[in-house]
């Protein structure tokens, strides 16, 4: 399995450009979350999925879009870019059993707005 | 979801155990207290998980005392690879998780 994958690793835009974060998982996971990371700081969610067709909002998701066609893609949209949403952006995948949760984590993309 | 509370930064040396408390005064019933770690230019990666008493795997053991207002992830003779960021958190599954800004261990040769 290849788990989490996530394209591209690094993106530079400038300042209202749109463009779409993709995010893959092989392992079936009806769960999916789109996560940002600013500098020294914590992970907070902008969107998570429950299964395909059905997303919500999470802490930060102004300015984002999501849609969950299939189990297994998740991609994330930024509409307009802005400076602020300059940032790492992490995609998960979970798995839930017995009442637990894990959640599986991409390696991230870089994301620089100019 | 529960708020959870770690220092921010502790210190330690090759071959110590290191505990790293978090704090989850409001943790409710139904929550699983797990914690992730994570390497720089890395996403976040499970570590361990339980409910309550004890949890041990290859990785780490997890205390969780009765009233579950705490737990103290325990970390066997560190190495200077176990410098990384680690978070507790505290939630039902299939909430939202809710990381806050973990606790940076810094393993010292």
């Known amino acids: 399995n290849a788990g989490v994958t996530q394209t591209p690793k690094f993106q530079v835009l400038k300042t209202g450009q749109s463009m779409t974060l993709q995010c893959a998982q092989d392992?079936?996971?009806?769960?999916m979350s789109w996560y940002r990371q600013d500098p020294g700081m914590g992970l907070r969610l902008i969107h998570y999925s429950v299964g395909a067709g059905i997303t919500d909002q999470g802490e930060v998701p102004n300015g984002y879009n999501v849609s969950r066609s299939t189990t297994e893609d998740f991609p994330l949209r930024l509409l307009s870019a802005a400076p602020s949403q300059t940032s790492v952006y992490f995609c998960?995948?979970?798995?839930?059993?017995?009442?637990?949760?894990?959640?599986?984590f991409g390696p991230g993309t870089r994301l620089l707005v100019l | 979801l529960a708020k959870t509370t770690q220092p921010i930064s502790m210190d330690s040396y090759e071959g110590q155990e290191v505990n790293i408390t978090c704090s989850h005064n409001?943790?409710?019933?139904?929550?699983?207290i797990t914690w992730y770690q994570q390497f720089p230019s890395q996403g976040p990666r499970f570590i361990i998980q339980?409910?309550?008493t004890k949890v041990t795997n290859e990785v780490a053991s997890l205390f969780i005392p009765a009233d579950r207002k705490s737990s103290t992830l325990s970390l066997p003779r560190v190495s200077l690879s176990d410098t990384a960021v680690y978070y507790c958190l505290g939630a039902n599954a299939g909430n939202m998780l809710t990381f806050g800004g973990g606790t940076r261990l810094m393993v010292k040769p």
């Open positions: 998960a995948s979970s798995i839930i059993a017995g009442g637990q949760e894990t959640q599986y």
């Open positions: 339980g409910y309550k």
């Open positions: 392992m079936n996971h009806e769960y």
């Open positions: 409001n943790i409710a019933t139904n929550d699983y």
